[in-house]
């Protein structure tokens, strides 16, 4: 629900094969809403470049045509430059859990979605929080977030966790000020992510849910964890890495923060209202 006195701008496009959404909370009777638009755009064209640079279903992304041999590395685009070197990074972070070179060429897509969301809502987003009666500013990239609030605001995110195991339902709440919420599993795409260690696809996981300082990493431990599986909790401490939760495939959760696992709640007696997980005002 928006308080009295503010008002919510949302904008959605088709970007990086999925929908996208940016949100902008301001005061009512804002002036700045030419300067809110422009923005926008701006996020939403440059999600549209980097789509075009690293798409795997277009042939002539810089992304395709390294693979077909037909330019070289020092040619393309020098965000493919930046982007090989983080994945270098999350491949030794994550001991090899995260690996852009799997299918024998390298192919960072399921790193360069969070990557280019939060560097995008960072460059054109985020200074909006500078402008006059502007309290928060968020963007969803196909259930994926990076959320700022001003200094001075008192506004709150508040994201839901959808259930895999239960149509309609949340497995958590969490509040969120400034930082990135991320979500990876099997439950709605199947089983589509592999484990480059077995080259096999990994079936324990329903869902993975990380609150991180950024999207980038977010959205590399939810894969992560969905790969790590529900019983390794080992990487939870990782720098940047706030809290989550893990759904199992049979519906078993286990939730985190700062780095330490929290006690489980019975969803079967939890009064109807309560929620079994929430990040602590601020986190």
């Not at 949100?23 to 804002?30: L, P, Y």
């Not at 690293?54 to 992304?61: E, G, I």
Request: aromatic share 6%; net charge negative.
């Amino acid at each position: 629900m928006i308080p009295a006195g503010q008002g919510r701008t949302v904008r959605t496009a088709g970007v990086m094969g999925t929908v996208a959404s940016i949100h902008v909370i301001a005061a009512d009777g804002s002036r700045e809403h030419r300067a809110v638009l422009a923005a926008i755009d701006a996020c939403f064209d440059e999600l549209r470049d980097v789509e075009r640079v690293f798409s795997t279903f277009r042939d002539d992304s810089d992304i395709c045509r390294l693979r077909d041999g037909l330019i070289e590395a020092d040619e393309a685009d020098a965000r493919v430059a930046v982007v090989r070197a983080a994945c270098v990074d999350a491949k030794d972070s994550t001991g090899g859990r995260f690996d852009a070179w799997r299918r024998g060429w390298f192919d960072p897509t399921g790193y360069v979605k969070g990557w280019a969301t939060e560097h995008a809502a960072r460059s054109m987003l985020a200074p909006l929080l500078g402008r006059a009666g502007i309290d928060a500013v968020g963007i969803n990239v196909g259930g994926d977030m990076q959320l700022f609030t001003a200094a001075e605001s008192a506004w709150l995110w508040h994201v839901g966790v959808a259930d895999p195991t239960r149509c309609g339902e949340v497995s958590a709440t969490m509040e969120v000020r400034n930082g990135a919420v991320a979500t990876s599993g099997t439950a709605e795409r199947g089983a589509h992510i592999i484990d480059p260690h077995t080259n096999a696809p990994v079936l324990g996981v329903a869902s993975a849910t990380v609150v991180a300082d950024g999207l980038e990493l977010a959205d590399l431990w939810a894969t992560t964890a969905v790969i790590a599986g529900f019983d390794d909790l080992s990487w939870i401490a990782s720098p940047g890495v706030r809290s989550g939760l893990v759904v199992s495939s049979d519906g078993r959760v286990r939730r985190w923060a700062n780095g330490l696992e929290l006690t489980a709640s019975d969803r079967s007696t939890a009064a109807p209202d309560a929620l079994p997980f929430a990040v602590r005002r601020g986190a």
